[in-house]
């Protein structure tokens, strides 16, 4: 079992940025290759970013390649979304999650969801 809560959400201006973390329990969280979601009113909960159990791989949606880095410390159980050029658009609440299978994108293979923290970006 992992609990997860992430934090460092807020409202931000169009081009500005936030630094989101996940805090794990577990001490198997070095284990477990780790994703960011999120999922804006009215519509789907969609990938944003993965990252592997060292941290040595990492994928990111088209939409925020180059904007956004995905980062974890096993050594304090986090996992963290660097968010920069943030727009609009990237307005939602953002999740991360454990990745259940080897390696994948879709949000049915993830678990153990934390609570959520909502990003509003202003034009």
């Known amino acids: 079992q992992v609990q997860l809560v992430e934090s460092g959400g807020g409202l931000v201006q169009a081009g500005g940025s936030l630094r989101l973390s996940c805090a794990a329990s577990g001490r198997t969280f070095s284990s477990y290759n780790m994703g960011w979601f999120r999922q804006a009113p009215g519509k789907e909960r969609e990938f944003v970013a993965r990252i592997n159990r060292s941290g040595g791989a990492t994928d990111y949606a088209d939409s925020v390649k180059g904007r956004f880095t995905i980062s974890r410390d096993n050594a304090k159980t986090a996992v963290y979304l660097q968010m920069n050029s943030l727009k609009p658009d990237d307005t939602a609440v953002y999740y991360c999650?454990?990745?259940?299978?080897?390696?994948?994108?879709?949000?049915?293979?993830?678990?153990?969801w934390g609570q959520g923290t909502q990003v509003t970006v202003s034009s």
């Open positions: 999650a454990v990745d259940t299978t080897r390696w994948s994108r879709a949000r049915t293979d993830y678990a153990y």
